[in-house]
């Protein structure tokens, strides 16, 4: 069963960080393009970072570049997001996401709360 796990989300004050994880399981995470995408209340889902099977990345949101990170243990099967320097506006649902060759799988999400 082909199945995308995220973790990691939670409660953090403005300026702290956070690591998500996405589990992949019942297929080779390493041969897919992986992003991480959020959607805030209210709004349409965004991406904001991918990394290809070679490990390439691209970040597609301004608002993070120099905060947030992508990276990939392809010995785990797992893709992280390393977020630092977290702002209110950083709240979301943070969605994982794997594609190859028109192949799409999603994560169920994980929730990311910026607050003091």
């Known amino acids: 069963q082909v199945q995308l796990v995220e973790s990691g989300g939670g409660l953090v004050q403005p300026g702290g960080s956070l690591r998500l994880s996405c589990a992949a399981s019942?297929?080779?995470?390493?041969?897919?393009?992986m992003s991480w995408y959020r959607q805030a209340p209210g709004k349409e889902r965004e991406l904001v970072l991918r990394?290809?099977?070679?490990?390439?990345?691209?970040n597609y949101l301004d608002s993070v570049k120099g905060r947030f990170t992508i990276s990939r243990d392809n010995a785990k099967n797992t893709v992280y997001l390393q977020m630092n320097s977290l702002k209110p506006e950083d709240t979301a649902v943070y969605y994982c996401?794997?594609?190859?060759?028109?192949?799409?799988?999603w994560g169920q999400g994980t929730q990311v709360t910026v607050s003091s």
């Open positions: 990394i290809t099977s070679a490990g390439g990345t691209t």
């Open positions: 019942g297929f080779t995470l390493s041969i897919y393009t």
């Open positions: 996401n794997a594609i190859r060759l028109g192949r799409q799988y």
